[in-house]
Each structure stands twice: as C-alpha cells, then as structure tokens.
C-alpha cells in the first residue's frame, strides 16, 4: 500500500466470471468525478482477498470488491478479522451468481455504484459462522454442495450457470447422494440438501426462504427430505416463484446453532467448496455494507 491510501480501496477478481476492467476504470473514474479518491488493485492468488482486507491501514474506510460470492466471502473472512477497526464492504458485481448483490438490490452499474458509496447509503449484514470461518450467506450440506464439489473453475468460467445446471442433471439421474443428518437446536432431522442461511436469494435472484434478508438478525434452515430426480425438480420450480415452502418434502425454520454430520456428505459455503465438518454453525457478527 502507498504511503498515504485512498479512502476507498477497488479489489477485484481478473478470473471471476463476467470480469471487466473496463467497468473498473468506469467505477474509479465516477468516484473521482465525485470527489472520491480510490485506487485500485487486482488480485493475483485465490485467498489473497483475505489478507488484504485484514491488512489495510485505517485510512481505508470503504472496501470495494470486484467479484463473485467466493471473493466476497474472501473480503468478509478479512473483514472479521481485523476486530473493531473494520471498513464498509461494498461490491461491483461480477461472478457467476452473485447471490449477495441481488439480495442487496446493488445496481450493476459502475456509476450508479459509485453514486451509493458518496451517498454513504450502508445497513448492517448479518453472517453466520461455520466454526471459525464467517458467511454472508449460506453453508449447506448435501446435493447441492455435490454439484458445487463437482464444478471446477475453468468448466464455471466457460459455461457459467450453465455448468451448475448440467453437474446437478447429471447427479440428479445418477441417484447417489447420500443423507445428511442435521442437529438443530437439540432436534435431530435427517435429508439429503441441508442449507443454514442468512438471506433470502440463493443460486442468483431465487428466493429459497420469504423469512429472512441478509440485512435483518437470524439464521434459517432450509432443509429438502429426498433428491429423487421428481422431488428435485419440483424442488426448482418451486424455487423459480418463490415458493419452496409450499412442498411437503420442504421444512423452513428459525434456528440459532446447526451441526451437520453424515458419511461422506460435502459442504459448501457461499458457493465455494468447504471441507466437511462437525463445527457448530450459527450467527456471527455483523458488518456495515453499501446498498
């Protein structure tokens, strides 16, 4: 970092889908024109978003990241770490979902983006923690962290959603997922798809849950009791309008601390693969972010 920082720090992701440095430079020049001094940095490892975030000087008052849900999880994890002395998070959407920026109401636009932050225009998010590890919006276990584990990076980038969609048919007709066994507030419930969530859209603009937004206190869990292929596919219709809880294979409640456990099941968290893991899943801190 310079000797004397830019109050507000521009971090992106040159291989997260949709990537534009042209839409970068359009960001930087809008906050320039209104009296906002930026810089901006590109990142060159996965991970690394991490260490920038809980390593920036104080100066540093608004954290901008370019990328998807996976870069954004980066910049909260460093967020966190860094105590009380913590930035404004705000994103310029790019990714292949980017769940957060819909949930958020963000404008794609690098102007209008731009014209937010002068605003000052924050609310509080609401994470939840997996063990030690925070979320901005969701940590699940079973079919759906199959299709995660089974999309790799250069197959994401070439076909986008496309690749979840063709990984999930594919496992869906295979029919070898396996149960998850969910400890919820003492109550023991066993499924195949167990999603501890912190906001309202998950997959893009898809409401899994009418009861919760990543600005308002509380974890939901979402569970789906079988992943035959006909259950699936009612399972994403009924995603489609927003009303998943309308299937009786379908349970949506409050909850305040999750386990997860099973033989072989896989996690992912925030779109991203996660090692499995027995660690206690619950609300975590909060964090200002611009919408």
Known sequence: MPHDPAPILIVANPVA??????????????LDRLGLRSELRLTRHSGELVDIAAALPPSVRTLVVGGGDGSINEAITGIVRRGDDRPALSILPFGTANVLAHELGLPFSPEKLAERIA??????????TAGERPFALMVSAGFDADIVHAVDGPFKRRWGKLAYGWRGLTLALAQGGRDVTVTADGETIRCRIAVVTTARFYGGPLAITRHTHATAPGL????????????LLRAAAALAIGRLDRLAAVQDRAVTEVRFSGDGIRMQIDGDRMEATDAVVHAGRTIEVVV
């Open 17 to 30: 889908g949709h990537f534009s440095h042209r839409r970068l430079m359009r960001l930087a020049e809008h």
């Open 119 to 128: 605003a000052d225009r924050k609310a509080p998010l609401y994470l939840g």
């Open 220 to 231: 939901r869990l979402v569970t789906l009791a079988d992943d035959r292929p006909m259950t």
